[in-house]
């Protein structure tokens, strides 16, 4: 069993620094939904381990939250596609929690659900802390260039990341899955 792990915001959807609080905000990366549909048709589960702070800082609630994954499971199944799985992380900085990345704690939750050898479970991420959560959950990170991740980038190396792959976006980064069979 093939298993990927998306970050949300700046992976599938555009991030805003002023967070992502409504369905309306919540705009699809080109690519990014016809991706997760083509990984899926290749055999790959797809699951989201996300941060959601906004919720810890009162800038949204679940509802509002679930309503954003209606729209998201909404277009994704206009392509034939699905999310497995989706964990989020509610709490906020100084909530000491286990999920919040850069802590594994999803990651982990996520590798054991499926039952996956986390070594061969890839994780996506925009953002230095996911390429940290995936290198203490023990999973594969990759980075993608949208969302926050050109920053990301040009910040591998002063972290001893210089190893991480680096896609411009979930679209480039299915391709090479799709093209790459392992
Ligand atoms: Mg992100
Ligand atoms: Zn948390």
Same mark, same amino acid.
């Given at each position: 069993?093939?298993?990927?792990?998306?970050?949300?915001?700046?992976?599938?959807?555009?991030?805003?620094?002023?967070?992502?609080?409504?369905?309306?905000?919540?705009?699809?990366?080109?690519?990014?939904?016809?991706?997760?549909?083509?990984?899926?048709?290749?055999?790959?589960?797809?699951?989201?381990?996300?941060?959601?702070?906004?919720?810890?800082?009162?800038?949204?609630?679940?509802?509002?939250?679930? =309503?954003?994954? &209606? +729209?998201?499971?909404?277009?994704?199944?206009?392509? $034939?596609?699905?999310?497995? *799985? @989706?964990?989020?992380?509610?709490?906020?900085?100084?909530?000491?929690?286990?999920?919040?990345?850069?802590?594994?704690?999803?990651?982990?939750?996520?590798?054991?659900?499926?039952?996956?050898?986390?070594?061969?479970?890839?994780?996506?991420?925009?953002?230095?802390?996911?390429?940290?959560?995936?290198? =203490?959950?023990? &999973? +594969?990170?990759?980075?993608?260039?949208?969302?926050? $991740?050109?920053?990301?980038? *040009? @910040?591998?190396?002063?972290?001893?990341?210089?190893?991480?792959?680096?896609?411009?976006?979930?679209?480039?980064?299915?391709?090479?899955?799709?093209?790459?069979?392992?």
């Amino acid at each position: 069993m093939r298993l990927i792990i998306l970050d949300r915001d700046g992976v599938i959807n555009e991030d805003s620094d002023e967070y992502i609080k409504s369905p309306d905000e919540w705009i699809p990366v080109p690519g990014s939904i016809d991706a997760i549909a083509r990984l899926n048709h290749a055999g790959y589960s797809v699951a989201i381990a996300s941060n959601q702070s906004g919720i810890a800082r009162g800038y949204f609630t679940l509802e509002t939250l679930a =309503a954003m994954n &209606v +729209k998201m499971c909404h277009l994704l199944s206009q392509h $034939g596609g699905r999310i497995d *799985a @989706m964990i989020i992380c509610p709490h906020g900085p100084k909530d000491g929690c286990d999920c919040r990345k850069p802590k594994p704690g999803m990651l982990i939750e996520i590798g054991n659900r499926f039952r996956a050898g986390l070594s061969n479970v890839i994780f996506v991420g925009d953002n230095i802390n996911d390429i940290k959560a995936a290198r =203490a959950a023990g &999973v +594969k990170p990759i980075l993608v260039k949208t969302g926050k $991740g050109e920053q990301a980038a *040009a @910040m591998l190396a002063e972290h001893g990341f210089d190893d991480v792959p680096v896609y411009n976006d979930l679209a480039e980064l299915a391709d090479y899955l799709l093209e790459h069979p392992s």
